[in-house]
């Protein structure tokens, strides 16, 4: 069995989207770090969400109702 | 030395918009959405949260709808190229100022038609006059909030109704309202929003922007430019996400974190306690002219119906002969001329000696209106 990966991936189309969902994650007392958008899931620049793979749904959550596009990745070749 | 150019450009600037500046080039100088390394964070955090404030200044719920442009007048031609199409009609009021009028001239050249709505000699419009433009179904409505040349205050309320019953977008140019009087885009009823950061805002040069109504579809409106913006770089085609839509090539971030300082500093203060004294100062100053012999005051008579912008003739002075004495030898720092608003001078019969006018701000003092009542007196009598 393979376990699951410890960190997700939140990425954005927008740097504001990115900027706007850390205050509003950080705000709900989650454990997240703005990191640059890992190269092997997008080729864009600019910067990502780092969250606990176990506290990703809390997060999708709270930028869906905020109406923020996003997607989550699994971060595990990252650390 | 008496600062009334505010009109122009505000000074003095608070402390803490020079000292926000001076910590953004030290703590923050990265690239803002480009880089993810701390410093290009720093940078866009500050950007954003600047975003957030000025959403929240002016009543707009999202503030991805906060673009950020160079001054007014470029924020005014993002809206104006960017909504209008050959074939397009436009109406203005009478009291708009050039960074109004000559893109809209330059476009009349390529099909677009321009009415234009008069003012009366006080620089007042009459939202019944706008009927019968409003009838030829024109695609937009522009508003000059104030009048930069006499401070009138225009009814944008109730011309944006019936601009909208007509099915028309209302721009209005807020560069001499914006943090001079409480300015909420939802109680304007408006589409779209100039500013510009260094007047009233109190921050520096090269800031500004466009405001998005939350209600407003971006289609609506092409960018003025195209290129980088940090996101979906793997494609050459302009990213449809706001703000980066109209936001391409590298930010003023070092002038928008003082323009987040300025916003702070009237926040602290309160735009309405601030007007307060702007109505008493200009009164003061308008009651103390309109008592020098030749002198004529143009504008409403009433403080409240405009900002602190009042204009001035002396009869038998050229407006540039008043306004060099007024520099040499008292130090009283004005602007004469037509102010770049040709149109606001033929309406209110100024065109084309123009004015002296003189712009009052949040710090000018009472004793500081009387020196230049006295001043004035004594050109006068030259």
């Not at chain 1, 997240?32 to 080729?43: A, Y």
């Not at chain 2, 109004?100 to 009366?120: C, I, S």
């Not at chain 2, 001079?180 to 260094?198: E, K, M, Q, R, W």
């Amino acid at each position: 069995m393979i376990a699951d990966p410890f960190f997700a991936a939140i990425l954005f189309h927008t740097t504001t989207s990115a900027l706007r969902s850390e205050k509003l994650l950080k705000k709900a007392g989650l454990e997240i770090k703005l990191v640059p958008t890992p190269r092997h899931l997008s080729s864009d620049c600019g910067i990502a969400i780092r969250c606990l793979w176990i506290e990703r749904q809390i997060a999708q959550g709270i930028l869906s109702s905020a109406g923020v596009e996003h997607e989550v990745h699994s971060l595990d070749e990252m650390i | 030395m008496i600062y009334l150019d505010n009109a122009a450009t505000s000074w003095p600037k608070p402390q803490p918009v020079i000292q926000a500046m001076q910590d953004y080039l030290e703590r923050a100088g990265g690239n803002p959405g480009r880089s993810g390394h701390r410093l290009s964070i720093a940078a866009g955090r500050i950007l954003y949260d600047a975003r957030e404030s000025l959403a929240e200044f002016f009543g707009l719920q999202d503030p991805f709808r906060v673009i950020f442009t160079l001054n007014a007048t470029h924020a005014l031609n993002l809206a104006i190229h960017g909504l209008l199409r050959p074939g397009d009609q436009v109406v203005v009021g009478g009291m708009e100022h050039n960074a109004v009028m000559r893109p809209l001239r330059w476009l009349e050249k390529h099909g677009v038609q321009v009415a234009k709505v008069p003012a009366n000699q006080h620089g007042q419009l009459d939202p019944a006059a706008f009927a019968s433009a409003l009838a030829q179904s024109p695609r937009l409505v522009v508003i000059n909030h104030a009048s930069n040349v006499c401070g009138t205050i225009a009814p944008v309320a109730e011309i944006a109704s019936l601009a909208h019953a007509a099915g028309a977008f209302v721009l209005v140019d807020a560069a001499q309202t914006a943090g001079v009087l409480p300015v909420d885009i939802n109680s304007l009823d408006v589409d779209l929003l100039a500013f510009t950061g260094h007047k009233s805002l109190l921050g520096p040069p090269g800031t500004g922007g466009l405001l998005l109504a939350d209600h407003f579809e971006p289609q609506e409106l092409k960018p003025l430019v195209q290129g980088g913006t940090g996101s979906r770089s793997e494609f050459e085609i302009q990213p449809d996400d706001l703000p980066d839509h109209y936001e391409s090539g590298t930010p003023n971030g070092v002038g928008i974190a003082g323009l987040a300082a300025g916003i702070s500093w009237l926040q602290e203060r309160g735009v309405e306690n601030l007007r307060d004294h702007e109505i008493e100062i200009s009164r003061r100053l308008r009651q103390g002219l309109s008592q020098i012999p030749g002198l004529c005051l143009y504008g409403p008579s009433d403080s409240q119906q405009a900002t602190a912008v009042l204009s001035f003739t002396i009869e038998g002075k050229t407006v540039s002969e008043i306004g060099y004495h007024l520099d040499e030898d008292y130090e009283i720092l004005c602007r004469v001329g037509l102010h770049c608003a040709p149109a606001a001078h033929h309406s209110l019969g100024t065109f084309p000696s123009g004015t002296v006018r003189l712009s009052l701000g949040p710090t000018t003092t009472h004793a500081q209106i009387d020196q230049t009542i006295r001043a004035v007196e004594r050109i006068a009598t030259l």
